[in-house]
């Protein structure tokens, strides 16, 4: 008896004709393909590490010349000539961005130079930045006592938001936001366990913490944007104007180092107006802004 013989069912593709045959030379057109594509994207990952290593040097460069110019400063300084190094501090300041290293120092030349407006603006500007430097503020405490202008009488208030940056403060009012929903949210699904009441009674306290730091933070983000407008008198020409402009007439003149709200500007000149209420002109360069534009 010979074998039976079973049939393997067709497939698919045999049963509807539409078996495909790859020739030789189409294998050969998608290896080829294949290799371009792969070369582009090995020359661009190439492309993208030179870019990377070249401003990578470029930065390294940046910050060397940063660092020999700080220490150059340092050391006219140390040698007393005090303009030199307040030139250098602050052309470092303005040109690559201000720290609270770079802003203290140059108080400190602005100050043996004998520029106590510039020294205060400098001080004020390294507080913007870093709250709670106390050699900051001591330096700055030092400068007004010396130029003869008091203490400003800020008030609770004023202290507790300077105790922080607007970042800071912002920072501080997401993370009780974030506090107050994640609370709420799990206070609410545990609102149907008959034995989660005590669960419940600690969520409604974590998030009425919450929302308490969400106002507070947020109320003293709010008062640190609001100070943007404040100002110091520098050491040019501190002589408040009735107008705009050179020949008007002076109504009177205010200290360097004085504090001042900037209101507005025209054409070279600056509104401000002192904590006593006296307002007037001031040249464009005789009043610094203490937060950064």
Not at 117 to 143: F, H, K, M, S, T
Not at 239 to 264: C, D, Q
């Amino acid at each position: 008896m010979s074998p039976r013989c079973v049939p393997r069912p067709a497939s698919d593709a045999v049963r509807r004709g539409i078996v495909r045959v790859t020739s030789p030379g189409a294998a050969g057109h998608a290896g080829r393909r294949r290799t371009r594509a792969t070369a582009r994207i090995a020359a661009l990952a190439c492309a993208l590490l030179g870019v990377g290593v070249v401003a990578g040097a470029h930065a390294s460069a940046a910050e060397s010349a940063r660092e020999q110019v700080f220490e150059s400063a340092n050391a006219a300084f140390a040698d007393g000539r005090f303009d030199d190094a307040r030139g250098a501090l602050a052309e470092l300041a303005r040109n690559d961005g201000a720290s609270p290293a770079v802003l203290y120092n140059l108080g400190n030349a602005a100050f043996r130079a004998g520029k106590p407006g510039e020294a205060i603006l400098a001080y004020e500007r390294a507080l913007w930045l870093a709250p709670r430097d106390q050699d900051v503020r001591a330096n700055l405490r030092q400068v007004r006592k010396a130029a003869g202008l008091p203490e400003p009488d800020d008030g609770p208030w004023l202290r507790l938001a300077r105790a922080a940056t607007a970042n800071g403060w912002a920072w501080l009012a997401s993370a009780g936001l974030y506090v107050a929903c994640l609370s709420l949210l799990l206070r609410r699904l545990a609102s149907g366990d008959a034995r989660g009441r005590p669960r419940r009674g600690v969520l409604s306290v974590s998030a009425g913490v919450g929302l308490a730091l969400l106002l507070l933070a947020g109320a003293a983000c709010a008062t640190r944007l609001g100070e943007r407008d404040r100002g110091v008198v520098l050491d040019g020409d501190p002589k408040l104007r009735v107008a705009p402009y050179a020949s008007a007439t002076v109504s009177s003149e205010l200290a360097p180092g004085e504090i001042v709200r900037i209101e507005r500007g025209h054409e070279g000149f600056t509104l401000v107006r002192t904590v006593t209420g006296r307002s007037g002109w001031m040249t464009g360069d005789a009043v610094g802004r203490i937060a950064p534009d």
